[in-house]
């Protein structure tokens, strides 16, 4: 696998300098739109729209000011949550709570004709931090590849959600990190082919710290309104949610994939399919419990079905779960998730939601219903 992630980054490098400034004629033009969905999770498709909207943009002014855009999100939610524990020894919980939930401030700046360059600023968890910065290159209509370099969410998974809680895929895969990225569009929207290559927050037993994680990540649109693709990494544990189930240097890194389907009929209905697994097991006490004597496989899935009665109204259902997703304690995946929403966008951007989920884990250890509200604007 590392002699591997050696010749992809050569290959990253070549395509680098194929996809430069010096050697581009005409901007690609057209880019698709991304709106992103009511209910606060953005797909990977929706931070595209940063790569996308480069792809079509010209030089706008000559003045510094004129080059850069700014924009933001703000997230309030409050929430009642209900556990039940299935051992009757354990007291049950109920808690609410109300909350500042996300700040976001992106910049994004034109530097030339070719390259433009993006920030992302947020606060989350009482703590503000930079989770996006990069700088694009793009190519031309005849060639039409491009280079992200920075921190970013590497190109694995897709995670696109109507609901407020993020689903179990999305937990499983996340993953941002510094890397590089390439990529080459084919026919226009039909399909993309994107690589890249990243160090990773969990190792092998041993293993010195250097650039030897590879993601790639294929979608195609043969018409509008379906979409579907499929990913690989070569190290699932990296992703930023579950790497801090990992309870030990592994004793060999194990890869993971994924495959989504996005279906849209007349605008209104809306389907998004997607799971998300690992190749291998992990050896036991690698995950959840140092203590485990088992084996274990994780994957997740998440399926939802949406209808928009209105441009204003939206509803959606979820049906989710995972399997070898917790070891039994209730702290990180359900083995089942189910739950509706309702969102209505009260003026332009300024949307709120309303969701119910009910969580069910390994072994009926426990349950949860939780109740959820957010009021969300973008600027």
Not at 220 to 237: C, D, K
Not at 257 to 281: C, H, I, K, M, Q
Request: overall charge negative.
């Amino acid at each position: 696998m590392k002699k591997m992630v050696s010749l992809m980054m050569v290959s990253i490098l070549v395509n680098a300098a194929a996809a430069s400034p010096l050697l581009a004629q005409e901007v690609i033009s057209d880019p698709k739109a991304t709106d992103s969905q009511p209910g606060g999770v953005k797909s990977l498709e929706d931070r595209g729209g940063v790569l996308e909207e480069a792809l079509g943009r010209q030089i706008e002014g000559s003045k510094w000011f004129e080059r850069i855009k700014i924009g933001g999100l703000i997230e309030v939610e409050a929430g009642y949550n209900r556990i039940d524990f299935d051992d009757r020894t354990i007291d049950d919980e109920r808690g609410s709570d109300v909350d500042l939930a996300t700040v976001e401030l992106a910049v994004d700046a034109n530097i030339a004709k070719y390259i433009d360059g993006h920030v992302l600023f947020k606060y989350e968890e009482d703590e503000l931090f930079v989770d996006e910065g990069f700088i694009t290159l793009t190519g031309t209509d005849n060639f039409p590849a491009y280079l992200i370099a920075g921190r970013q969410y590497i190109p694995f998974g897709n995670f696109e959600s109507h609901f407020i809680t993020d689903p179990t895929t999305l937990e499983l895969g996340e993953t941002n990190e510094g890397a590089v990225v390439v990529g080459y569009g084919l026919g226009g929207e039909l399909v993309d082919i994107c690589v890249g290559v990243f160090n990773g927050k969990t190792k092998e037993a041993d293993a010195n710290d250097h650039i030897d994680n590879l993601a790639g990540r294929m979608v195609v649109t043969p018409v509008e309104g379906i979409t579907f693709g499929a990913s690989f990494t070569s190290n699932l544990a990296a992703a930023d949610s579950f790497a801090d189930q990992v309870q030990r240097d592994l004793n060999d890194t194990v890869a993971g994939w994924s495959a989504f389907l996005t279906l849209t009929l007349s605008e209104r209905l809306t389907f998004f399919g997607e799971y998300v697994a690992a190749l291998e097991d992990f050896e036991a006490g690698e995950l959840y419990d140092g203590a485990d004597t088992r084996k274990c496989r994780p994957a997740a899935w998440n399926l939802e079905l949406g209808y928009a009665f209105t441009d204003r109204w939206q509803a959606a259902l979820r049906y989710g779960g995972s399997t070898d997703g917790d070891a039994g304690s209730g702290e990180f995946l359900p083995t089942a998730q189910y739950g509706a929403i309702i969102n209505w966008t009260l003026f332009e951007n300024t949307k709120l939601g309303l969701e119910y989920l009910r969580s069910e884990f390994e072994n009926d250890y426990q349950t949860s219903d939780a109740f959820a509200a957010q009021l969300a604007i973008q600027f």
